[in-house]
């Protein structure tokens, strides 16, 4: 019954290897995101989709695609793993765009590129 | 350039006194604020929120103040207990168009010592 729920939960690839990170809310909210935490363990935003709109592109590399195949979904593709990509990857998701309403996040995707 | 920042990386309270974390920020146009609680390997979970047009809101142990004329806030934990030591990360969000998005502090780590 896990409110949002990632696979892997840990990944390690080497270098120029094409991975993707699942995710899966279900909550009904209409809104999902990927937030990065780096090594400083700041969060930050990567993408958000509405309804299977991209609504939030932030200075991520082209190597990062997110793909919504439904609102219940937001995976993430990365292609030509770099060792700079290790982090801990998290999906979240919320209700509406009241500012009030937190994020459900997921549990994280430990990345390690070597 | 981080628009909301916590300075005291981590905090130590004996179990049974308050503890207060504190978090700054720079952008006048966030309309709410949250904190967030996470424990190792697991993804943030939403604790309280406030309207900036508030200055205080509670719930349970769990308060948080909003200084707006500072541009700071703070959470409140009265009494502190071991189970809640954890990393706090205090949020901010603001309303572009219609994307809605958390800005993060760098988080404090909470030791509740017994």
């Known amino acids: 019954d896990t409110a949002v729920s990632q696979t892997p939960k840990y990944l390690v690839t080497q270098m120029g290897n094409d991975k993707s990170i699942k995710c899966e809310q279900n909550?009904?909210?209409?809104?999902m995101y990927w937030y990065k935490q780096d090594s400083k363990k700041f969060l930050k935003i990567m993408f958000s989709?509405?309804?299977?709109?991209?609504?939030i592109n932030e200075t991520v590399p082209n190597r990062f695609s997110p793909k919504s195949p439904d609102k219940a979904h937001l995976n993430l593709h990365i292609n030509s793993l770099e060792l700079g990509d290790s982090a801990v990857y998290f999906c979240?998701?919320?209700?509406?765009?009241?500012?009030?309403?937190?994020?459900?996040f997921g549990s994280g995707t430990r990345l390690t590129v070597v | 350039d981080q628009q909301v920042k916590q300075n005291s990386p981590s905090l130590s309270v004996q179990e049974g006194r308050i503890s207060i974390l504190n978090c700054d920020y720079t952008?006048?146009?966030?309309?709410?604020f949250l904190w967030y609680k996470k424990y190792p390997a697991e993804g943030p979970t939403f604790l309280i929120s406030?309207?900036?047009?508030?200055d205080k809101n509670e719930d349970g142990r769990f308060t948080v103040f909003l200084n707006k004329s500072a541009k700071h806030l703070s959470l409140h934990i009265v009494p502190s207990q071991p189970g809640d030591s954890a990393v706090y990360f205090c949020?901010?969000?603001?309303?572009?168009?219609?994307?809605?998005?958390?800005?993060f502090g760098s988080g404090t780590q909470l030791t509740v010592l017994p």
């Open positions: 979240a998701s919320r209700r509406g765009l009241a500012g009030s309403y937190g994020y459900t």
């Open positions: 909550l009904g909210h209409d809104t």
């Open positions: 989709y509405n309804n299977k709109e991209l609504i």
């Open positions: 952008n006048s146009m966030f309309d709410y």
């Open positions: 406030i309207s900036s047009i508030k």
């Open positions: 949020a901010a969000t603001t309303l572009s168009g219609s994307a809605r998005q958390l800005t």
